[in-house]
C-alpha cells in the first residue's frame, strides 16, 4: 500500500480517538459534575460566635514623668544654639542636684530649624525634649519653680507607674474571662454551646483617673496641693474574640 495513504490512514485514526476521548470526558463530567457540586455545596460552615470585651485593673500612681521641652529662637542660628545650650546646661546641673538616676532620664538630641514667627520674623528655632521619671511628688513641684525661675516655660507631667506591666496583664486575663462569658450567654440562648477560639485581637490603653478619697481631709496650710491626693492609673485591656459554637 502507498506509503502517503497509510499515514493518512494513521492520522484519521488519531483524530477519531482524540474525539472519542473528548466525548468520554464530556460524559463523565456531565454524570459527576452534579455530585462534585452537591458534595461541596453540603459541607456544613462552622458556626461562630463573635464577642468584644474589656478588661480593667486600677493600680496608684507612684511616680510622676516630667517633660521639660528646651526650646529658643534667633535670627542668628549661633546665638539661638548657644542660649539653648545654656538651657540645656541648667537642666543637666539640677538633674544632678536633685540625684535623680541616669536611667530615669531620656533625652532626645538638640534639632535646629529655620522658621518665621509672627512677631520676631524670620529666624532660627532650637527644640529638645527631655523626659524625667520623678518619684518625689515635692521634688517635682519644686523643679518646676526652678524651672520657671531660670527662663524654662514648655514643660508638662503625667502620672504613671512602676507596676502597669502588671496590671496590663491582670486586665487581659479579665478581658478574656469577660469574652468567655458573653460568648456563654450567647450560645446558651441560641441553644448551643461555647466551642474553640477561632481567631484573637487585642489592644492596650491606660487612663489616669483622679481618686476623691482623702478630699474631705483638712488643709492644715496654704501649701497643700491637689497632687497630694492618690491618683489611680485605669489600666484597660479590649479583646474582640471569635469562638466556635456546637450543639
Request: aromatic letters at 6%; glycine letters at 4%.
Amino acid at each position: 500500500m502507498n506509503v502517503t495513504i497509510l499515514v493518512v490512514i494513521q492520522i484519521h485514526r488519531t483524530i477519531l480517538m482524540t474525539q472519542k476521548s473528548s466525548i468520554h470526558l464530556l460524559i463523565v463530567f456531565l454524570f459527576l459534575g452534579p455530585m462534585i457540586s452537591t458534595g461541596v455545596a453540603q459541607q456544613p460552615t462552622p458556626s461562630t460566635i463573635s464577642v468584644q470585651a474589656s478588661g480593667e485593673v486600677e493600680i496608684p500612681a507612684n511616680l510622676i514623668q516630667f517633660h521639660v521641652n528646651i526650646t529658643q529662637f534667633h535670627t542668628d542660628p549661633k546665638e539661638a544654639f548657644s542660649r539653648h545650650k545654656e538651657l540645656e546646661n541648667f537642666l543637666t546641673d539640677l538633674i544632678l542636684e536633685e540625684d535623680i538616676s541616669e536611667r530615669h532620664i531620656t533625652a532626645n538630641p538638640i534639632s535646629i530649624s529655620q522658621t518665621r514667627r509672627q512677631q520676631e520674623g524670620t529666624g532660627f528655632e532650637t527644640r529638645q525634649q527631655v523626659s524625667i521619671r520623678i518619684d518625689d511628688v515635692t521634688q517635682f513641684e519644686n523643679m518646676q519653680l526652678t524651672l520657671i525661675e531660670n527662663g524654662f516655660t514648655n514643660f508638662s507631667g503625667n502620672f504613671s507607674s512602676t507596676n502597669i506591666s502588671e496590671a496590663q496583664d491582670e486586665a487581659l486575663d479579665k478581658a478574656v474571662r469577660e469574652a468567655y462569658r458573653k460568648a456563654g450567654i450567647l450560645a446558651k440562648a441560641s441553644g448551643k454551646s461555647v466551642g474553640q477560639v477561632v481567631s484573637l485581637e487585642y489592644g492596650t490603653t491606660s487612663d489616669v483617673t483622679p481618686r476623691t478619697r482623702g478630699l474631705q481631709v483638712a488643709f492644715e496650710s496654704a501649701d497643700r496641693t491637689l497632687l497630694e491626693f492618690e491618683r489611680m492609673l485605669s489600666i484597660r485591656e479590649q479583646v474582640f474574640v471569635v469562638f466556635r459554637i456546637s450543639e
